[in-house]
């Protein structure tokens, strides 16, 4: 599966974004998905991940009841609508699929990775 990262962009602090990721292939519905981030100088960390069906999710904590990830299995996309954004949000995300159905916090169990859509927080 291929997956394309759009919406990123540069907002201010308290403001939204909603990113996207849209995956090629016909068998979107069996993958568990991710959103991770990657600060400059930090490590990939995980922000959000959904179940194939959409059932499960998991966030981060430092991102809790501001973010929320969702899917549409019928257009292959899954969402990532960011609110209260802040400076500390700033990073490259990336989107990533895990051919089991649930992929949970680690990268290292995702299969297939986007390339990346820069969100930068202003204070």
């Known amino acids: 599966v291929q997956l394309q990262a759009s919406g990123g962009g540069l907002v201010q602090a308290g403001g939204s974004l909603r990113l996207s990721c849209a995956a090629s292939?016909?068998?979107?519905?069996?993958?568990?998905m991710g959103w991770f981030r990657q600060a400059p100088g930090k490590e990939r960390e995980i922000v959000a991940a959904?179940?194939?069906?959409?059932?499960?999710?998991y966030y981060a904590d430092s991102v809790k009841d501001r973010f929320t990830i969702s899917r549409d299995n019928a257009k292959n996309t899954v969402y990532l609508q960011m609110n209260s954004l802040k400076p500390e949000d700033t990073a490259v995300y990336y989107c990533?699929?895990?051919?089991?159905?649930?992929?949970?916090?680690?990268?290292?169990?995702?299969?297939?990775w986007g390339q990346g859509t820069l969100v930068t927080v202003s204070s």
């Open positions: 292939g016909r068998t979107f519905n069996y993958y568990g």
């Open positions: 959904i179940s194939s069906s959409g059932g499960n999710t």
């Open positions: 990533a699929a895990q051919a089991t159905g649930w992929g949970g916090r680690s990268p290292s169990r995702y299969n297939y």
